[in-house]
Structures are given as C-alpha cells and as structure tokens.
C-alpha cells in the first residue's frame, strides 16, 4: 500500500486521490491542511503516528489479542471481592441470549416504523424498573449510573429554578467528577459530611447547609461505603422542608430487601444497571438509569427518550411509542433540555429480561444473601488482629469497609500479597477518603460462598502475620 498523500486506504469513502482532489476543489481549498488552520501548530502532529507494523492475517491478530488478554488476571480466574460500582453477580444465560440476537443488538437505536419489538421491550424494562423503584417513569438508558444523577440533579436545577445542590461526602469520586462536570456552569455542589461512626449523612451537617437556593439534595442508599442509608425519610423530609428535591441514587440489586425510593418519597430515583444480568466487562457494562412520579414538571425536565402505550386505529389494541418526543435532542437540537445519544439502550433490555426472570422473590433472595454473605464476612475479618471490620455501624448491604491501619500495612500492600493467593481484596479507599486511614472497601454478592469468604480470611491471616 502507498504512503502519504497519495495513500488509499480501503476504509476511508473517497480517499483516492482523483476524488480527494475533486472535493477541495469544490470547497476551494488548495489541500487538507488548510482545513486544520484554526488549530495551533504547537497542537499538530508534525510526523506519521508510531504504530506498529499490521498483522496480514485473522490468525495473526487472534494470537496477538490472546496474548495481551493473557496478561490479565480476571475476576473469574482468581477469587474477587472487589466492588465499588462494578459487580460480579450472576448473570443467567437467556440474559446473554436475548441481547445478543440480531434484533435488538444491531436495532436499539432505530426508529418505531422499523423496531416494533425493540420498543416494546424497553417499555417492559421500564414497567418492571417502576415496580421495583415504586416510581411511574422511567427513563430509557443513560450513558451510566454517574450520568443519570448528574441529569437528575440538572434536573431539580431546572424545575426548582435553583442553583445549588447537596451531596454527599462520602460519593464515589468518579461519581462526583462526573457530576462536577456535567452540572459546571448550571449548578454550585456542596459536600455533605458523613457521620464518622455510622458512615451514614450527617443530618445536623444537611440541616446547617440546606438554603433557599438548594434545588436538590442528592443522596445515596445503598450508600458508595455500602452502608444502607437509614435514615433516607428524615433527608426526604429536611429536603421537602427547604423547598428542595430529593434524589436517591440507588442500587437496583438491594431493592428486594431495602425500601424501594418511591416508599420513602425520593422525587427522583438514579442508578446503574449493571447488578441486573450485566457482566463486569472490565468495568464497560454500564448503564444508567432515572425514574419520577409520572407529573409533567418531571416528565417535562427529561432529557432522554420515554416509551410508553398508545391507542392504535383498531379500537382495543395498543402499541408503543415515544412520550413527549419534543424534549429530546433529536427533536430539538440546540433547544433541547440535554444531548443523549443511544449508547446503553441495549442494556435495558437486558435488564428488563433479568427481572423478568428473578420477580419479586428472586430480587427479596438476592438481596437477603448478599446482606447474611456481607456480615458473615465482616465478622470473619474482625477477627484478624489489626483489622477493624466492619469500619462503620452502619448496617452494610454487600459491601462494607475495613480499616487495616492497626496492622501497619497499606492496603496496596495487603491487595498485592492477596493477588499472589489468587484473591482480589477490597478496593482501596486510602487515597479516595484518606480520613479513614488504610482501609478497604469489601464487596460480598451472591456469586460467594462461606468456603470463599473463609478462604479469604485465613489468606488475610497469614500475609499480615
């Protein structure tokens, strides 16, 4: 193949040269480079891009890739309790099945004219997602569970008309970089402190911070430490008393033993899907979620598309179809409420298939084993000299934090000593949150068992003796 600016490549339209020409000219400009003159020559790269030579055959490249993945070690080979917003629970085969068939794989973003089925069964996932938040509406896919809350804290902003939203401290700070950055210039955040016994909101620090400018306040229930918050009435409460939202930004795994938002009075339910018949995919398999009261202040304030029923011509029968498609940025471009675009539809689905499959008591089942797996491993941990397990009093959900300072070893240290047993220890929260000192965020789901959580603990024992 030729190189420079004669080169073809057989994947680029239009790059022979008789037609690149024939394009400049019709522009008129002399050649490609003229196209990049608003950009600073100090931003240009001055030379070919260093890249390796390529690989002739299909064979060549599947032992290339091999060969990479072979330097991995992943949640699957080796013993994993890591968490922190990626979680291993089983995932049933038809979840797979159904979202990889042509239909739905290759059909998610399309139209209602070509995609009948593909609309009807986002509006199953969102029925089924508004049982289990006891919410009306529910959004089809955000990008993930940090997009969906910083949309709905953009929001509370524009249905309040206010311009200052709380949040917690103790928010996963990838959560709150999203966030950050997605609400700068519409929103000011304001941290929240946790109490540092419980792990739970500090309501004395919420009372003292709420304002008549606060338009939501944002909490988390299974909180980002794992602790279930408790005392999420009392916040929807000081919230509602200051004029502000309030938004919870939940797991959908814990909705089977932990009071569902709609209960407590959330105006706004957020989260990520990925507990609900997602693989981990290296942290890729994320989607998100939001979910209101079916009122028009809400469903007015939504950037991404709703499905809902219809009356179709034949008396009795109905289809399906979007609701207030207005709203949207592909009907109103720059007037609309937010951009969104369709990369994480095809996870609704496939969440839709999983709480098909579990109903009311496989989500109850789940939810009580992650809950009796999380404190029989907390109490396994604290019986390691130096450990202290769990770090709060707060009752944890699946995960639950261990503080290793009185053992004199770094949790990189411990994590990497684990690694050499085959087990993946907590996620290290020494640099995130460095007020608790060494310590570890564990996660418990129900693809453990008590042979592994012992096997973690006498492994624990013998790398810190």
């Known amino acids: 193949m030729s190189t420079g600016r004669d080169a073809v490549h057989p994947y680029i339209p239009s790059s022979v040269p008789a037609m690149r020409d024939a394009m400049l000219r019709t522009i008129g400009v002399r050649d490609v480079d003229e196209l990049y003159a608003d950009i600073p020559p100090a931003l240009r790269l001055e030379r070919p891009l260093r890249l390796p030579e390529p690989l002739a055959s299909e064979h060549d490249l599947r032992r290339h890739v091999d060969e990479l993945l072979a330097r991995n070690t992943s949640t699957s080979e080796a013993l994993s309790f890591l968490g922190a917003g990626c979680y291993r629970h089983f995932v049933p085969a038809v979840c797979d099945e159904v979202n990889g068939r042509s239909e739905f794989l290759t ?6 004219y070509e995609d009948h089925g593909r609309f009807q069964a986002l509006f199953e996932y969102g029925s089924m997602m508004g049982e289990l938040l006891e919410m009306d509406v529910v959004s089809v896919p955000t990008f993930d569970g940090a997009q969906a809350a910083a949309t709905a804290l953009r929001m509370a902003g524009r249905i309040t008309g206010r311009s200052r939203v709380l949040v917690p401290a103790s928010t996963s700070p990838q959560r709150r970089s999203v966030i950050d950055n997605y609400v700068d210039g519409a929103l000011d955040v304001a941290e929240v402190a946790y109490d540092p016994d419980t792990g739970l909101l500090d309501l004395g620090d919420l009372r003292a911070k709420l304002s008549d400018d ?16 408790a005392q999420a009435p009392e916040i929807v409460r000081l919230a509602h008393a200051g004029g502000a939202l309030a938004i919870a930004g939940v797991d959908p795994s814990s909705l089977g033993v932990v009071a569902a938002p709609g209960a407590y009075g959330a105006d706004i339910a957020c989260g990520d899907l990925q507990p609900l018949g997602i693989h981990m995919y290296f942290g890729g398999g ?6 209101s009261p079916d009122e028009q202040r809400f469903v007015a304030e939504y950037p991404s598309r709703l499905f809902g029923l219809t009356r179709t011509s034949v008396e009795g029968e109905y289809g399906f179809g979007d609701v207030a498609w207005e709203r949207t940025s592909f009907h109103g471009r720059e007037q609309a409420r937010e951009f969104v675009g369709t990369a994480a539809a095809l996870w609704g689905i496939t969440a839709g298939v999983y ?25 396994r941990l604290s019986s390691i000299p130096g450990t202290r397990a769990p770090r709060f009093s707060g009752v944890p959900f699946k995960e639950f934090a261990v503080d290793f300072s009185g053992t004199g070893r770094t949790v990189a240290e411990i994590n990497a000593a684990l690694l050499e047993e085959g087990v993946f220890g907590g996620a290290d929260l020494s640099a995130q949150f460095p007020e608790l000192g060494q310590s570890a965020l564990y996660c418990v789901t129900e693809m453990l068992t008590r042979d592994d959580i012992d096997r973690l603990a006498d492994t624990l024992r013998r790398v810190l003796a």
Do not use: D, H, K, S
Request: aromatic letters at 10%.
């Open 355 to 379: 709480l098909a499959l579990m109903g009311p008591q496989g989500m109850a089942e789940l939810g009580e084993t992650c809950m009796r797996l999380a404190r029989y491993a907390a109490g």
């Open 214 to 229: 606060t338009a939501a306040v944002f909490m988390e229930n299974p909180t980002y430490l794992g602790l279930i918050e």
């Open 107 to 112: 059909a998610y973003g399309g139209e209602p």
């Open 286 to 291: 994320q989607g998100g979620f939001i979910a």
